[in-house]
């Protein structure tokens, strides 16, 4: 039956696991921090059910889905995640900004096990965590104390910090956001990090981490990490028919292949920048023809669009519906960028000041 030290040989495999972080995993045992039921892939993993399997999957390398929905009911919703003990080496990628001696605030304490990591190392008093969700706060509590440690826990808006326990030398968000806070500066020593997930609707991932210097804090963007939106900032969710009712768009031609967004994450990213608050969903034909639809919604739900992609075309087809052409602006975000040169991601710069948030070239 898997155990601790089969997660621990997976990650030393993979070149994950530190010699720094090496003691806090092997202490901490993640099954204090995965409840009995949990989503991986697209399955249902049952302690009842199967035991081994459950284990197995508890010391895997992979993310588990905990909470959907907020834990709201979902009938006639779409379920999409909102909670998840994330993948261990993805996890300890963004912990090598750590040091010892560190004062830590963590954005987003989950289910706790990132806070044990960090709290085994670190001290219960060096680690301060918060979470939003009153339900995941008391859930992250129970199994911190289950595996014997008692960070600084807070339940609260992950958004505005924990100035109280201010000012810490790291703050790391489990988390997206699309607009970092001022706060998370204003409580960040000079001279130490943040490290968060960022993006848009458009195109969310990318690790921002920035340095905090004279009150403002400066970085870029890089990997390819998939976490849960902030609650606050998240983008919309639904079905295609939350969108489209049958309504007559706009019809006209475009001549750019829809699938270069879908497939280069540099060009994605740059649109993103411009088009923060619609998303893209590529559905391919069920028929084999290799045709596609490219649909845009608009977080509001007010604007759709679409790209009738076909093989041997240099032509497509596009429809647009609602107040904005989204299409038009995701297309006009492209060849601006095109026009630059096609800048890769880790050329762009992110400055968060008292102001707001700006990225450029």
Same mark, same amino acid.
């Given at each position: 039956?898997?155990?601790?030290?089969?997660?621990?040989?997976?990650?030393?495999?993979?070149?994950?696991?530190?010699?720094?972080?090496?003691?806090?995993?092997?202490?901490?045992?993640?099954a204090h921090f995965v409840p009995d039921t949990f989503e991986v892939g697209e399955r249902t993993v049952s302690r009842s059910a199967?035991?081994?399997?459950?284990?197995?999957?508890?010391?895997?390398?992979?993310?588990?889905?905990?909470?959907?929905?907020?834990?709201?009911?979902?009938?006639?919703?779409?379920?999409?995640?909102?909670?998840?003990?994330?993948?261990?080496?993805?996890?300890?990628?963004?912990?090598?900004?750590?040091?010892?001696?560190?004062?830590?605030?963590?954005?987003?304490?989950?289910? *706790?096990?990132?806070?044990? &990591?960090?709290?085994?190392?670190? @001290? =219960?008093?060096? +680690? $301060?965590?918060?979470?939003?969700?009153?339900a995941l706060h008391d859930i992250a509590r129970d199994n911190l104390a289950r595996a014997?440690?008692?960070?600084?826990?807070?339940?609260?808006?992950?958004?505005?910090?924990?100035?109280?326990?201010?000012?810490?030398?790291?703050?790391?968000?489990?988390?997206?956001?699309?607009?970092?806070?001022?706060?998370?500066?204003?409580?960040?020593?000079?001279?130490?990090?943040?490290?968060?997930?960022?993006?848009?609707?458009?195109?969310?991932?990318?690790?921002?981490?920035?340095?905090?210097?004279?009150?403002?804090?400066?970085?870029?963007?890089?990997?390819?990490?998939?976490?849960?939106?902030?609650?606050?900032?998240?983008?919309?969710? *639904?079905?295609?028919?939350? &969108?489209?009712?049958?309504?007559? @768009? =706009?019809?006209? +031609? $475009?001549?750019?292949?829809?699938?270069?967004?879908?497939?280069?994450?540099?060009?994605?990213?740059?649109?993103?920048?411009?088009?923060?608050?619609?998303?893209?969903?590529?559905?391919?034909?069920?028929?084999?023809?290799?045709?596609?639809?490219?649909?845009?919604?608009?977080?509001?739900?007010?604007?759709?669009?679409?790209?009738?992609?076909?093989?041997?075309?240099?032509?497509?087809?596009?429809?647009?519906?609602?107040?904005?052409?989204?299409?038009?602006?995701?297309?006009?975000?492209?060849?601006?960028?095109?026009?630059?040169?096609?800048?890769?991601?880790?050329?762009?710069?992110?400055?968060?000041?008292?102001?707001?948030?700006?990225?450029?070239?």
């Amino acid at each position: 039956m898997s155990s601790p030290g089969r997660l621990l040989e997976i990650l030393r495999n993979k070149g994950a696991l530190t010699p720094e972080w090496a003691p806090a995993v092997a202490a901490v045992d993640r099954a204090h921090f995965v409840p009995d039921t949990f989503e991986v892939g697209e399955r249902t993993v049952s302690r009842s059910a199967d035991e081994a399997e459950w284990r197995r999957m508890v010391y895997a390398d992979l993310p588990l889905i905990t909470q959907h929905n907020d834990g709201r009911a979902t009938a006639g919703q779409v379920a999409f995640p909102t909670c998840s003990t994330s993948m261990p080496s993805l996890m300890l990628a963004m912990a090598a900004i750590v040091r010892d001696g560190d004062a830590v605030l963590e954005i987003g304490t989950g289910t *706790g096990y990132h806070a044990a &990591w960090l709290a085994h190392r670190l @001290g =219960e008093d060096r +680690t $301060t965590s918060i979470e939003t969700d009153k339900a995941l706060h008391d859930i992250a509590r129970d199994n911190l104390a289950r595996a014997g440690l008692h960070p600084h826990l807070v339940c609260g808006d992950g958004l505005a910090g924990v100035p109280e326990r201010a000012r810490f030398d790291r703050t790391i968000a489990t988390c997206t956001v699309r607009d970092i806070p001022y706060a998370w500066v204003e409580q960040t020593a000079p001279g130490g990090t943040i490290l968060t997930p960022w993006g848009s609707s458009f195109h969310s991932y990318s690790f921002a981490t920035l340095t905090v210097r004279d009150g403002r804090a400066t970085g870029g963007f890089s990997g390819r990490p998939a976490f849960m939106w902030a609650r606050q900032q998240r983008r919309s969710y *639904g079905r295609i028919r939350d &969108w489209y009712h049958g309504e007559e @768009g =706009e019809r006209a +031609t $475009t001549t750019l292949d829809p699938r270069v967004l879908e497939e280069d994450p540099d060009a994605r990213f740059a649109v993103g920048l411009r088009v923060r608050d619609a998303w893209p969903l590529l559905c391919p034909a069920d028929d084999g023809s290799d045709e596609a639809t490219y649909w845009l919604f608009d977080d509001a739900r007010s604007s759709w669009a679409t790209v009738e992609y076909a093989p041997g075309r240099h032509t497509y087809e596009t429809e647009q519906h609602g107040p904005r052409r989204l299409w038009d602006e995701v297309e006009s975000a492209y060849r601006d960028w095109t026009t630059e040169g096609s800048p890769t991601r880790d050329r762009y710069r992110i400055t968060v000041t008292a102001e707001g948030q700006t990225v450029s070239l």
